[in-house]
């Protein structure tokens, strides 16, 4: 796989991650637009790009391309990410939009770090 392509899906991820956050956020400020059955597609959709782009990543350095080692470093960090997410999802219920919104923006901006560390090792 190109790294081109690497760089597209992420650009894709990460311009999911962002409209997703910032889209929660406006629902956590303006209550009449708030519904938790948006709120819930907007993350499946995110979480599903993140995910994605990360076996991605994974699978393309698995074949030896030269994509860098801290690539493949964040890509990781967004799956932490995810799984720290997933753990405390009770506890984030209790201001959903506000706390989902901060997330996903958090995300994004691990999505463009990952784009921008492409062919960059750790010597």
Same mark, same amino acid.
């Given at each position: ?5 690497? /760089?597209f ?10 409209i997703?956050?910032l889209?929660?956020?406006?629902? /956590?400020?303006?209550?009449?637009y708030?519904?938790?059955k948006i709120?819930?597609i907007?993350?499946f959709?995110?979480?599903?790009s993140l ?7 994974? =699978?393309? =350095?698995?074949? /030896?391309? /030269?994509i860098?080692?801290? =690539?493949?470093f964040?890509a990781v960090?967004v799956?932490?990410t995810?799984?720290f997410l997933?753990v ?13 919104g901060i997330?996903?923006? =958090?995300?994004?901006?691990l999505?463009i770090?990952?784009?921008n560390?492409?062919?960059e090792?750790?010597n």
């Open positions: 796989m190109d790294t081109t392509t690497l /760089n899906i992420g650009s894709i991820s990460a311009t999911i991650c962002g997703s956050g889209a929660m956020l406006t629902m /956590n400020f303006i209550k009449k708030q519904n938790k709120g819930n907007l993350i959709i995110s979480v599903v995910v994605v782009q990360s076996l991605l990543v994974s =699978y393309t =350095y698995t074949l /030896n391309e /030269n860098g080692s801290f =690539y493949l964040y960090v799956l932490f995810l799984t997933y405390y999802r009770f506890q984030m219920n209790e201001k959903y939009y506000l706390y989902w997330a996903l923006l =958090y995300l994004m901006g999505e770090r990952t784009i560390t492409i062919g090792y750790l």
